[in-house]
């Protein structure tokens, strides 16, 4: 009995993501799901990208949707960069789905973004099985997690099309085995880029974001 | 539609998990479910606690349950230490059921198990919303993870009856705020103990598990 319901779920989401990705395309937004577990270095890495945009030789607009269980923190923090942004909280919800992100829309400004951030609920499982209408999905781990994550959460690094690994200047003290990481990952995603980066010092950042900016095609290769 | 769904699967649910709680009785199994984020230390804290059960005035069985996603990596640890433990892959789901732990139970020796560990999916939100039959819900935080996370995820430090805050030998690095955590937690939890460790030193690990086995009621106050 529980299986129907969830499968007409999620091709109800599925129906209103391909809505939400017609709507992005003509207006030109570029849309990045950002998932990771709590913590993991989402909104600090979203930051990090918003103080680098006026630096760069073309010029973007940036977006973010924020989505929490709870709280406008991350949002909050965003505002602070004069950046556009929608909070919405889940209630208790593990996932954003994309009825969410269509009622999201009407507050941003679509016209004058051209690079949209979705920063997902906290959360390893559940996002990556609900499509938003996104260009990509970014799934962002963190060395004090450990290594092994991509061999317990496989179905999250199967949907990303880009891997960062966070908080990289720390993977010394955490004793981080980078070969096996990249093994897990490898597992279930033979060519997806991965990325090590710090939030903190802003190591790897600028190579991450050309990167992303290339598989966007907002930047040449 | 859904929500009738939902009521009546956590309705069977609580059936379940009654039914689990009066074998555990029974057997004179004291039960900890151990909920976390992926990578805050649930398995670490547990081999700590395993390593220290000899060392204990009282003698004491131990045993556990491992829930993940995929893999068996945290059961192959556990097992390593010569205590029975049974791996529960859940496939796809978020959390932990209480029929998934009572299909565990035919497979371990209850009579000579006094604490059971159950490790959940690493998931700072489903887990909290389904009722096994434990006798504590033990929350670990991580300080890498930030101080914000009682506020982002609130239904799971309610729904703690002890939190421990791991990585606490890190706190400088990251320059974790003690006192926003703290009143993050009371604002949804007025009276929790809340015990700082490091899985990694062993600092604080004595103090925990002491308070732990009074909550118990496996060692006198």
Chains 1, 2 share one sequence.
Request: proline share 6%.
């Amino acid at each position: 009995m529980q299986v129907p319901v969830i499968q007409q779920i999620l091709k109800a989401n599925d129906q209103i993501a391909a809505e939400n990705e017609k709507t992005f395309r003509a207006a030109g937004v570029h849309v990045v799901n950002v998932m990771a577990s709590p913590g993991a270095g989402k909104t600090s890495l979203i930051l990090q990208v918003l103080d680098r945009l006026p630096g760069l030789p073309v010029r973007l607009g940036a977006g973010v949707i924020e989505g929490d269980i709870a709280s406008s923190i991350d949002a909050d923090l965003i505002a602070a960069h004069g950046v556009p942004v929608v909070q919405i909280n889940t209630g208790g919800n593990c996932h954003l789905d994309a009825p969410m992100i269509r009622s999201a829309l009407d507050h941003l400004p679509l016209d004058n973004i051209d690079l949209l951030f979705i920063e997902n609920v906290g959360n390893l499982i559940c996002p990556a099985n609900y499509r938003l209408g996104a260009d990509l999905n970014l799934v962002i781990a963190s060395v004090p997690e450990g290594h092994d994550k991509p061999y317990k959460y496989p179905g999250m690094f199967a949907s990303a099309d880009l891997v960062v690994l966070n908080k990289y200047d720390l993977a010394e003290v955490f004793e981080f085995d980078d070969a096996a990481f990249d093994r897990g990952v490898r597992m279930v995603n033979p060519t997806v880029p991965i990325h090590r980066v710090s939030a903190r010092t802003g190591e790897g950042v600028e190579a991450w974001l050309s990167g992303l900016l290339q598989q966007l095609a907002l930047q040449p290769a």
